[in-house]
Nanobody
């Protein structure tokens, strides 16, 4: 069982920045075979991919956040972060950390952290 603890959400004005962090612990066979990522779910919408990163540093971003968000990870600390710049009201959602084996389709989820972009 993998435990994920997220932090860093909050209220920010349009154009502002936030940094989300997620720490993984528990039964992680090896962080080096895990893909870490962030997803988000806005009210009334399905959960969607924001960004993922492999242990080698290969990243994947949703088109809507490319150029504004940056995902990073620290394998030694089993952490993943999401730097969010130029935030827009449509970025408002609950953001979830996810960790999965690179060969798996699903994995473990954090409890979620609310990000609200509003003036």
């Amino acid at each position: 069982q993998v435990q994920l603890v997220e932090s860093g959400g909050g209220l920010v004005q349009p154009g502002g920045s936030l940094r989300l962090s997620c720490a993984a612990s528990g039964s992680i066979f090896s962080i080096y075979v895990m893909v870490m990522g962030w997803y988000r779910q806005a009210p009334g919408k399905q959960r969607e991919l924001v960004a993922t990163i492999t242990s080698e540093g290969s990243t994947n971003y949703a088109d809507s956040v490319k150029g504004r968000f940056t995902i990073s990870r620290d394998n030694a600390k089993s952490t993943v972060s999401l730097q969010m710049n130029s935030l827009k009201p449509e970025d408002t959602a609950v953001y979830y950390c996810n960790v999965r084996h690179k060969l798996a389709l699903s994995g473990s989820w954090g409890q979620g952290t609310q990000v609200t972009v509003s003036s």
